[in-house]
């Protein structure tokens, strides 16, 4: 306890005060700060290096002190280091203190050396039968060193002593020379700090040390996935595959430290070579050889050997994502580039090809490598779709996050999982399922989830022979670390396959002789009938068939409105998110801040859609011309394009643009409003809603530091903003809009800020038909900060015929912004009535007696009870999504419009 305590100060130090020196206590202080800080092993190895540094034990002398000195030396250390003591003097009574010492200091040293941050190193030992071999791998996630290799004494102690910087894994390790083919298929491998999900690249490592003077032989794979960040290194290869078919996808993110002159590889597959046959560019990735930082790529195009495509000069020191691929539409086959999620370049290919055994590298070994990074690499055939991408998402139950309206028989999912906790009970991961939980065929296509025993297994069930519940357990998973899971049926030599991996191991594979597809597929992370893991899931893609023929795509469902609030500069293109569909009723509003006049033009704003083909797919598009004037061009039916300006905007200050398309007495109208004044109206005769809509600032070559957006709202159905993004204080009567008509369906989004919670109830917001609780209708909703005065919400609304059916959130975030949303969807032949915090769902419920609400007033807060203090902003009301009549919110403004009234 005394020399743990020298070490410590702080918190830390003020954690174990109480404690009194004795050696039961220095258990407990590591538990405590196991409990605090979570690192156990960190603390225990700086208490050794304390102790074994400490100069009154080096200078003892052994023969007088030894005896006494080494059982208490014994207690001070981790007991699976006293074993390794125990083993290597195999019961010597002439132990001596230096002989410990030595000991504990090379097991200290090995320990230490993979957590030292800045080298970020893995070592790891080979063993087959009785021969182990030292050799080194390092972590190339960046420009790293290589580090010493333990001993082969101090190797042969951590795996007799089963340490857990150790992980045991088995590899297929192929090497080839001319005479034969060697396959280890049972070779076991120790990775010393390190799990090593990446073991293709670790498999070849170990080739090339065990093998030197032999070529490496690589095993074919369906598809690769990197998803780390990895340093570009002149004749990386990632892989081999079987086949790259027709229809594929190679996407990778890019990050470009310098460019310099000559060309610089990225990413090339290739049959054989660099260049001379239809297949050895399919595709390659090069930095133009002037060192502009233009992409060059070349594909195999039209019978064209070397076709290829020239990008805009992508940034330095900043990632980029790049997508190439090819893809059937309507019996054509079109190649495409997509640069950050925009559409760069379509084009027919009227020679398309499946190209076997394909290698891939990154970067190849014909060029010098380009200096910078590449990451999330991942070359899959067929129709994929990433679902999650690598920034890791909750699990949260009931979570629907994509559907594909045709689940093909041959398919692939593949995701990383985080658990951050077992517990008994079975908890869900993700789920593919036509509705229910079990009882038909398709519920379960497939289900993944953690066992109920709370060990840490997996369970893997789907649609096998005929059995609607086949059931798959995996070994227990490794608590707070990633591990990758891959469920596959393909199609092989006649027969479908059906395959589990887990971290790239296959640890289950069945043929199946009952395979179907199924239509309209839900897919759930997690699902809605099981409790959910805790824990985190990232790179989620799912690959809908893998055949040359034209396959239905998964639909990853967006927001249900697009709400960007933050300003922009119109600097670059800028994805704001996606659409599955734009209705024939839908508002789109921002704000724009002009600096300067110039003598061109900019594109603000656009609304395409994400249909691969040869044309721009322009639904709406906004530019500010040089003028100052708005130029707003529409493809809103199926006749004609419209076009025409605005009156000019005033520079140096933000201007509000509304632009939405409304039913008014049975004909749609497609309507402009400038700061509050409407500027434009044309009846659209031919209305259609559009599918896989994109949303975008900037989504050209024109754009300029000059102008700003913020504010963005795209949603369906007719929406209103109440307060801007500048926050306003809450008062109470504050009457601030008027709605004629509520629709049975509606949204209301709003930030709040609290600067204090006292008892009592205190109003935020109100939505009523005249009073605070006499009618059905009086809180639609009404939102409250509860009595208690702990700062949870207390959210009020007309449900199932009770007038005042509430919900108690949890204490939310004192001065702080939190977001709130209160809504009531069609979806299913259903109405559901969902209020979320901060975009997570805390409430959901059927209600099945849903009703309009006609003239209903709008307070922030209301006049009934004390008023919260704080602040309000980006308060805004979606008032109904189908088409329908819908009447227009009513706004107080200082100007007039034509469908607007004011208070005064």
């Excluded at 603390?43 to 540094?53: A, N, Y």
């Excluded at 310098?258 to 046959?277: A, E, N």
């Excluded at 006609?854 to 009870?865: E, G, L, S």
Aim: aromatic share 12%; proline share 4%; glycine share 6%.
């Amino acid at each position: 306890m005394t020399y743990l305590r020298k070490l410590l100060q702080g918190p830390a130090l003020a954690s174990i005060t109480g404690l009194a020196l004795t050696n039961e206590n220095y258990q407990t202080a590591l538990d405590i700060f196991k409990r605090r800080y979570d690192n156990k092993q960190a603390l225990i190895l700086s208490h050794m290096r304390k102790l074994l540094s400490c100069e009154g034990i080096n200078s003892i002398s052994s023969n007088m002190y030894g005896p006494l000195l080494i059982p208490k030396i014994l207690e001070k250390i981790p007991e699976e280091l006293t074993l390794i003591i125990n083993r290597q003097f195999n019961n010597n009574d002439n132990w001596d203190v230096k002989s410990i010492i030595d000991l504990l200091t090379n097991e200290l040293s090995a320990r230490e050396e993979p957590a030292r941050r800045w080298r970020q190193a893995m070592n790891y030992c080979c063993k087959e039968e009785t021969r182990i071999s030292p050799c080194v791998y390092t972590n190339i996630r960046s420009e790293i060193e290589r580090v010493a290799v333990p001993k082969l004494v101090e190797i042969k102690r951590l795996i007799d002593s089963g340490s857990s910087v150790l992980h045991r894994r088995s590899l297929d390790l192929y090497v080839s020379n001319k005479q034969q083919k060697r396959n280890f298929e049972t070779m076991v491998v120790y990775l010393y700090g390190d799990s090593g999900v990446g073991k293709s690249r670790l498999a070849l490592d170990i080739a090339k040390h065990l093998y030197p003077d032999t070529e490496p032989f690589y095993k074919t794979k369906d598809f690769i996935s990197h998803s780390n960040q990895v340093l570009l290194k002149q004749g990386t290869i990632l892989g081999k595959l079987d086949v790259l078919k027709k229809e594929y996808s190679v996407s990778f993110n890019i990050f470009p430290k310098s460019y310099t002159k000559g060309r610089k590889s990225v990413l090339h597959l290739t049959q054989d070579k660099d260049f001379g046959d239809y297949g050895d560019r399919i595709p390659g990735v090069w930095f133009d050889e002037n060192g502009s930082g233009r992409l060059f790529i070349h594909a195999a195009v039209n019978g064209n050997i070397n076709y290829y495509i020239e990008t805009k000069p992508l940034p330095l020191n900043q990632w980029t994502n790049v997508k190439i691929g090819q893809s059937m539409r309507d019996n054509t086959y079109l190649l495409f580039v997509y640069l950050n999620g925009v559409k760069f370049y379509v084009a027919e290919n009227t020679d398309a090809r499946d190209f076997k055994n394909v290698k891939v590298y990154a970067s190849d070994p014909w060029y010098d490598a380009q200096n910078g990074l590449i990451s999330n690499i991942l070359i899959v055939n067929g129709n994929v779709e990433n679902i999650v991408s690598i920034i890791p998402s909750e699990l949260e139950k009931g979570k629907l996050i994509a559907e594909i309206p045709k689940f093909n028989k041959e398919y692939l999912v593949s995701f990383d999982v985080y658990p951050s906790t077992f517990v008994a009970g079975q908890h869900s991961v993700i789920r593919f399922s036509i509705g229910s939980d079990l009882g038909h065929y398709d519920d379960r296509v497939p289900v993944i989830w953690f066992h109920a025993n709370g060990k840490g297994s997996l369970c893997v069930s789907a649609l096998v022979n005929g059995n609607f519940d086949k059931c798959f357990v995996t070994k227990p998973f490794e608590l707070n670390q990633w591990s990758n899971v891959e469920v596959s049926q393909i199609l092989r030599k006649s027969v479908y396959v059906y395959t589990i991996k887990i971290n790239d191991d296959i640890v289950f594979s069945e043929i199946n002789n009952q395979v179907q597809s199924f239509d309209n597929v839900k897919v759930y992370a997690a699902d809605p009938w099981y409790d959910v893991q805790n824990g985190l899931i990232k790179n989620f893609f799912v690959v809908n068939g893998f055949t040359n023929d034209e396959l239905e795509r998964v639909i990853v469902l967006p927001k249900e409105n697009i709400f960007h609030n933050k300003q922009l500069h119109l600097s670059d293109p800028f994805f704001f998110g996606s659409l599955y569909v734009l209705k024939k009723e839908f508002t789109v509003s921002f704000n724009v801040f002009y600096k300067v006049y110039i003598d061109a033009w900019t594109e603000v704003f656009s609304l395409r859609t994400n249909e691969i083909s040869v044309g721009e797919n322009i639904i709406l598009i906004v530019r500010l011309l040089y003028s100052g004037d708005l130029s707003i061009a529409t493809n809103l039916n199926s006749e004609k394009f419209e076009s025409f300006s605005t009156p000019t905007l005033p520079l140096n200050q933000w201007s509000n643009v509304k632009i939405c398309q409304i039913m008014r007495e049975n004909k749609y109208w497609f309507s402009v409003y400038l700061n509050g004044v409407n500027v434009k109206d044309i009846e659209n005769t031919f209305a259609i809603e559009f599918k896989n809509i994109m949303v975008y600032a900037s989504y050209s070559l024109y754009w300029d530091k000059n102008v700003l957006i913020s504010n963005v709202l795209t949603v369906n159905g007719n929406a209103d903003i109440f307060v801007s993004s500048m926050p306003i204080e809450l008062a109470k009567g504050k009457l601030i809009a008027e709605i004629p008509k509520l629709d049975k369906k509606f949204l209301v989004s709003f930030d709040i800020y609290p600067r204090e919670f006292v008892v009592g109830w205190h109003s935020v917001i109100h939505f009523t038909i005249g009073s605070n609780l006499d009618h059905y209708g009086d809180r639609v909703p009404g939102i409250w900060f509860n009595a208690d005065g702990k700062g949870g919400l207390h959210v009020s609304a007309p449900v199932n015929g009770n007038l005042n059916r509430f919900f108690n959130t949890n204490p939310i975030g004192l001065n702080q912004w939190s977001n709130i949303e209160v809504s009531q969807v069609f979806r299913n032949s259903e109405y559901v009535y969902t209020i979320r915090i901060n975009k997570k769902s805390v409430f959901s419920e059927i209600n099945n007696q849903v009703q309009s609400f006609d003239n209903v007033k709008v307070y922030a807060a209301d006049p009934w009870h004390d008023v919260q203090n704080g602040l309000i902003k980006d308060f805004f009301v979606v008032n109904g999504i189908t088409d329908v009549v819908l009447q227009s919110d009513i706004v107080p403004s200082r100007g007039v419009s034509k469908y607007f009234y004011f208070f005064i």
